[in-house]
């Protein structure tokens, strides 16, 4: 199966748009709505759905609200850092699945160029 690939891959948490968010929101949606639709209400696997997009929409709504109320603030950008990265960890096990996003839907280490650079200073230090 090809790699479905987007224009650039985000190094940064200050990379993630909007737009990366609504399309692994709606391609998550999808699956955990498809999933739902396959069994009987009450079943364990209904359920498990349940519990799946309970957990989605908490997640992209603290992650919408990280641009809604951007401010260019660190702890923004560690919010939204947070939240994608769980998203993203949430979407892994579709890695294989036609429409996944190998490039855009990754977890961030950094925040921002500045936040790496910080943090490269600090080991720096540490390994002299």
Known sequence: ??????????????????????????????????????????????????????????????????FEYDDGSAEILKARRRHWNLLCRIAEPWQQTEGYDHFRWRTTQYTDAASEERMARYYRKQVR
């Open 1 to 66: 199966m090809p790699l479905t690939a987007s224009a650039t891959t985000p190094r940064y948490t200050s990379d993630i748009t909007q737009s990366d968010l609504d399309a692994l929101d709606a391609f998550l949606t999808e699956r955990v709505c498809a999933l739902a639709m396959k069994h009987d209400h009450g079943a364990e696997e209904s359920n498990a759905a349940s519990a799946l997009s309970t957990a989605l929409i908490s997640v992209t709504h603290n992650l919408r609200r990280t």
